[in-house]
C-alpha cells in the first residue's frame, strides 16, 4: 500500500492533474492521495495560497474582498473546465470559499490557518470529483473524519500521538481517500496549519498511520540533485540517500522536501520516494534508513543564506564556571535561538538566523554580552551562508574536510566557520553570501567531476 502526495505543480492545470490520474489509475496500491493547493502555471503566474493571504489581507482591513473571492474561485472553475467535467462541486468549494469572510476577526488566533488551508481543503475536492467522474471509487476525506488531530499551535502544529491509531482506522479502505495537505484539526475542532511545506508532512503522517510500505512524493523534479540547479548545470541526481542525510540537506536550503516531513515516516520505518509527475517512469531518489547503494563519501551540497555569527574570546573561558549557562541565558531572556555553537578553549561562536535580529535587539544582546560575560573581544558578522557538505561516507573516508578546504582555499573563498558534527554526517562552512555560488562549484568540481 502506497501513500501518495502531490504538490502545487503538479495540480497546478487540467494538464497536470490528467498526469496525477493516470499515475493514480496505474497502481492499484496508490490508495491515499495527499494533495497540495493548486501551484503556479507558469512563471509569471499567481499560486492559491497566495492568492488566499490577498483574501485575508483584505478581510482583516474591511476591504472589499469580492474581486479577490472570484479570482480564486476562478482558478478551480478553470480547471474544471478543462477537464471537461461536471461543475457540481464547484459550489461547493465556491460556498466554502465565501464562508471565510464571515469568521471572526476578533479573539481567533486560527483565522490566518483556516484561509490557508482552504486552499488544500478545496484542491481535495476537486481532484476527488474528477477521480470520481473518471471512472475510480475515490472520495474526499477530511483531516478531522481522518483523525489528523495536532496541538493547539497556529502555522507551527504538530501531529498528536493518539491521531496514529485513528488514522489506522481507514487502513483497509477499498476505496481512493483523497485528503487535503497543510493541515489538521485541534482537539477543540479548530483548523491548525503546519509549518511551510506542510503538505509534506502531512503524506507523511498518513503513511505511519496507515502503515504504508512506502511514501511516493511526487513534484516537478526527477528526484533530489546533490546540488542546486540554479548553481550547478544540470547536476547528478542522488539515487538513494538515508534519513539522516536527507534532514542534514533539507535544513541547509534543499526546497525539495520539508526536513520536518521526513520524521513520522522516519519513526515508523517507511521509505520515501521522490518523484516527478511529469516524468513517472523514472526511478526518482529513495529515501530511507539505511542505503544498498554506495555512494562515494560525499551525497550532497547544500547551502542557506540569512545568518549572522557572534565572535566571543576570553582568556581561560574553559575554566569560568557558568561561562556557557549565563551566555545561553542571554539568549533566551532576549527571545533569541541559535543554530550552532563551535568553541575553542579561549573563543566560542554563536551562529543564529539574522531575521531574529532587530537594530534593537542586537544593540541590547551585544550590550549584555559584553556587560556580563567580559570579553577580551566581541563581535558580529553578518551576511553569512550556511554551505554543508553531507553523506554517511565521509565516516571511512580519509580526507573529506582536506579536500573541502583545500577547494575553498584555491578559490580564495575565506571561511568564517567550520562545524563538524559529532555523527559525522556533514560538515559546515560558514562564508560570506557573495561567495556562496562559487563555493558550491567549487566542491561539486570536487567532488562529483574529479
Given at each position: 500500500m502506497k501513500v501518495t502526495k502531490f504538490g502545487g505543480s503538479s495540480l497546478a492545470s487540467a494538464t497536470q492533474l490528467e498526469k496525477v490520474l493516470q499515475i493514480v489509475k496505474e497502481d492499484v496500491s496508490r490508495k491515499f492521495i495527499v494533495v497540495s493547493a493548486p501551484g503556479k502555471r507558469s512563471s509569471d503566474d499567481t499560486k492559491v495560497t497566495d492568492l488566499l493571504i490577498a483574501y485575508y489581507n483584505a478581510y482583516l482591513n474591511s476591504e472589499n474582498t469580492s474581486e479577490i473571492i472570484e479570482k480564486i474561485v476562478s482558478r478551480y472553475e478553470g480547471i474544471l473546465e478543462e477537464l471537461a467535467i461536471g461543475k457540481e462541486i464547484l459550489d461547493d468549494i465556491q460556498q466554502a470559499i465565501q464562508k471565510l469572510s464571515t469568521l471572526p476577526k476578533d479573539n481567533n488566533p486560527h483565522l490566518f490557518d483556516a484561509f490557508l488551508a482552504?486552499?488544500?481543503?478545496?484542491?481535495?475536492?476537486l481532484v476527488a470529483s474528477f477521480f470520481q467522474q473518471r471512472g475510480l471509487k475515490a472520495r474526499y476525506k477530511n483531516p478531522k473524519d481522518l483523525g489528523l488531530i495536532v496541538s493547539d499551535e497556529p502555522g507551527n502544529a504538530r501531529i498528536l500521538p493518539s491521531s496514529l491509531s485513528k488514522i489506522n482506522r481507514s487502513k483497509s479502505t477499498d476505496e481512493i481517500l483523497v485528503i487535503p495537505g497543510f493541515f489538521g484539526f485541534t482537539e477543540a475542532g479548530d483548523i491548525c496549519t503546519f509549518s511551510r511545506g506542510g503538505?509534506?508532512?502531512?503524506g507523511s503522517i498518513v503513511a505511519a498511520g496507515v502503515e504504508a510500505d512506502i511514501y511516493e512524493n511526487f513534484t516537478d523534479v526527477n528526484g533530489i540533485f546533490v546540488a542546486h540547479p540554479g548553481i550547478i548545470h544540470e547536476p547528478k541526481t542522488i539515487k538513494e540517500l538515508t534519513y539522516r542525510e536527507m534532514r542534514e540537506l533539507a535544513y541547509a536550503g534543499f526546497a525539495v522536501l520539508h526536513d520536518e516531513a521526513l520524521m513520522p515516516a522516519y519513526r515508523a520505518n517507511i521509505p520515501v520516494v521522490i518523484k516527478n509527475t511529469n516524468n513517472p517512469?523514472?526511478?526518482?531518489?529513495?529515501?530511507?534508513?539505511?542505503?544498498?547503494?554506495?555512494?562515494d563519501p560525499v551525497v550532497g551540497i547544500a547551502s542557506d543564506q540569512g545568518f549572522a555569527s557572534i565572535y566571543i574570546s576570553k582568556y581561560l573561558m574553559n575554566r569560568e564556571l557558568g561561562f556557557g549557562r549565563r551566555l545561553l541565558q542571554i539568549l533566551e531572556e532576549?527571545?533569541?535561538?541559535?543554530?550552532?555553537?563551535?568553541?575553542?578553549?579561549?573563543?566560542?561562536?554563536?551562529?543564529?538566523?539574522?531575521?531574529?535580529?532587530?537594530?534593537?535587539?542586537?544593540?541590547?544582546?551585544?550590550?549584555?554580552?559584553?556587560?556580563e560575560l567580559e570579553p577580551d573581544e566581541l563581535r558580529i558578522t553578518h551576511g553569512l551562508s550556511m554551505l554543508m557538505v553531507v553523506g554517511e561516507g565521509m565516516r571511512q573516508r580519509i580526507g573529506v574536510m582536506a579536500d573541502?578546504?583545500?577547494?575553498?582555499?584555491f578559490n580564495k573563498i575565506n571561511l568564517e566557520m567550520i562545524n563538524q558534527g559529532s555523527s559525522e554526517v556533514s560538515i559546515m562552512f560558514g562564508i560570506q553570501e557573495d561567495q556562496e555560488k562559487k563555493a558550491i562549484q567549487a566542491l561539486y568540481k570536487t567532488f562529483f567531476e574529479d
Open positions: 482552504s486552499g488544500e481543503d478545496n484542491n481535495a475536492k503538505s509534506d508532512i502531512t517512469e523514472h526511478p526518482g531518489t529513495l529515501i530511507t534508513t539505511s542505503r544498498t547503494v554506495k555512494h532576549l527571545g533569541l535561538s541559535y543554530e550552532h555553537m563551535p568553541s575553542g578553549i579561549d573563543d566560542i561562536s554563536i551562529i543564529l538566523r539574522e531575521r531574529q535580529l532587530t537594530i534593537d535587539i542586537e544593540e541590547e544582546l551585544m550590550k549584555r554580552l559584553e556587560l573541502s578546504t583545500a577547494a575553498l582555499a
